[in-house]
Structures are given as C-alpha cells and as structure tokens.
C-alpha cells in the first residue's frame, strides 16, 4: 500500500512548549518532588516518558481534587489550562507552580475575562469532562454556560435582553461548532460569536478532509484521550467521507481494516511524538500485499 503522509500532522507550538518545560524541572528537581496535574498533553508515550524521568502524575480532570494530592514541591500546570481558583489554592499549598498552559488557551481565558467585565455572559462549546472547559468555566463562575451539541442550544433559557456570547473549546471540530454556532445565532442573534479552534487544530483538520479526497482512508496516530486526534477521525469520516482510524502505536493497527485498499493518508493528533508517527507510517509499509487483497 501506498502511504500519503498528511502535512501538517503532529505536535503543535502548545504541546512542544509544555514538554519542553516539563523536561526543564524535571532535570532541574534534585531530588524534590515534581507533580503533574493531569496529562501534560492527551499522549500516552509523552506521559510515560514524563513519568519514567521522575515527574509524577495525579490523573485526574478536576485539578481542585489532584492537588489535595500534591503536598510539597514542584506542581505542572498542564497544556490544557486551569481555573484561577486551582492556581489559588496550588499558592495557598505553597507549591512552586510551572504553568505550561497553551498561549491560545490562555487567549480563551482572557477573552472570556473581558466579555464578562463587558457585562456578557458566555455559551462555551466544549466536552464535558475534559480539563480545558473546567479551566475557562472556572474563569467566571456562574456566567460560562457549557453546552455540547447543537441540541443544547434549544435548552438556554437567558431572560431577554441577556448580552450573550459564544465561544469554544480549541480543539473542536471546525464544523461542528460552526454548526452549532449558526443554530445559537438563529435563537440568539445579537450573540457575539468568538471562534477560538486554534490554528494547529484547524490546519490539522483542513489537511485531512482534503487528502481524505484521494486515499482509501485515514489512520490517525494519537491517544483515545486526545480530544484533537478524536476530532480527526471525525473529520475523516464526516467530511472526507473515508473511514479514519485512531491508533496508539503499530501494534493498534488492523490489517483487516485495509483489505481492497491501495493508498493510506496517514496524520497525527497535536500531541503525537514524531517517532510514534513514523513507526505506524513504517508498519503500515510493512503490511503484506497478500493480508490486504480483496477477495471474489
Ligand atoms: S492543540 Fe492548539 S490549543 Fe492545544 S496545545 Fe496545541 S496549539 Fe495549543
């Protein structure tokens, strides 16, 4: 098979910075404890080698309930950003604190900030669950609104004249929060509208759907957890109308998937470590013509 590598693919700006400084203290601990709170990035190679060079992690979402678990040293404030309330009390514990959250992230946070001292209050597409919404809902308790689908949209309840805005999660899909911000403008057309998908993100997204148009289907390399890798599957498959698959590393990957296919596109999340890119590019080389060859 003929593999299409898919440019831009892999790490971003965000994610190459955290590790950077990740591995800084990490180097630099001499012997004190350093703590991750949460995944530095949504990879499971970055995570492990992180951890086998002494960083530990606390793995949970809600940052407030992992430090209760970090009670001297070092604390890493991962890439996904936090609220101010954990930054607070991360003080208050009398940790030193590495904050490696993404500029673009930051951007949401302060963009959110200055609607609110503007007197709006704010719809935030985003996932439930993931640590980047419970940082910008923690930005203004009470005045950011999550919401998922466009569904959601039907269920806000602002009294009129309510000064409204939308913005997003960065690593959304680009048409499903165009979507779903089109079905909030048709409710609420005053609603200031703010996209903040990051570039990498979009770049990412744009250069699947359009290779999706000349291969057979997609393999995408990243974690199940990474929200940016699941947003590229989708694409692949909603947009680019091929069928995509997220895999870990070669061993995830299913010659059966491939049977009657000639060419791959092959990308990668923006927390995908280059080498772990590479090594499913060469396994997927490496599948035999015969394990792939349609039959009847
Ligand atoms: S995916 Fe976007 S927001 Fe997330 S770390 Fe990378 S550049 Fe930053």
Redesign the pocket.
């Known amino acids: 098979m003929e593999v299409v590598r898919i440019t831009p693919r892999g790490y ?4 190459v910075e ?1 590790i950077r400084m990740a591995k800084q203290v990490g180097r630099e601990r001499h012997g004190r404890p350093v703590t991750m709170l949460g995944y530095l ?1 949504h990879n499971e190679h970055v995570t492990r080698e992180l951890e086998e060079s002494g960083v530990r992690l606390v793995p949970t979402a809600d940052r407030l309930v992992g430090l209760e678990q970090v009670d001297a040293g070092t604390v890493i404030f991962t ?2 950003g936090v609220s101010p309330q954990v930054v607070d009390e991360a003080r208050r514990r009398g940790l030193d604190v590495v904050d490696a959250t ?4 930051t951007r949401t946070h302060d963009l959110v900030r200055r609607l609110i001292d503007d007197g709006y209050e704010v719809v935030y597409i985003g996932k439930r669950g993931h640590p980047e919404p419970a940082g910008v809902l923690g930005v203004a308790p009470g005045h950011v609104r999550l919401i998922e689908t466009i569904d959601e949209v039907d269920e806000l309840d602002y009294p009129q004249g309510t000064k409204l805005a939308v913005t997003c999660q ?2 959304l899909s680009m048409w499903d929060t165009a979507a779903i911000i089109e079905r909030l403008i048709q409710r609420f057309p005053a609603i200031e509208a703010h996209n903040e998908i ?4 979009q770049e990412r997204q744009e250069a699947a759907v359009l290779a999706a148009k000349d291969v057979d289907c997609v393999v995408v390399v990243g974690s199940q957890r990474s929200s ?1 890798s699941q947003r590229l599957v989708q694409v692949v498959e909603q947009l680019g109308g091929k069928p995509g698959f997220l895999v870990d590393n070669p061993g995830e990957l299913n010659p059966n998937w491939f049977v009657g296919m000639r060419r791959v596109g092959v990308t990668a999340g ?2 995908t470590p280059t080498q772990i890119t590479r090594a499913v590019i060469a396994a997927i080389e490496a599948i035999p013509a015969e394990a792939t060859a349609a039959t009847g």
């Open positions: 971003c700006h965000g994610v955290a990035v890439a996904h993404c500029s673009d992230v960065t690593t990051c570039r990498a993100t940016n923006a927390s």
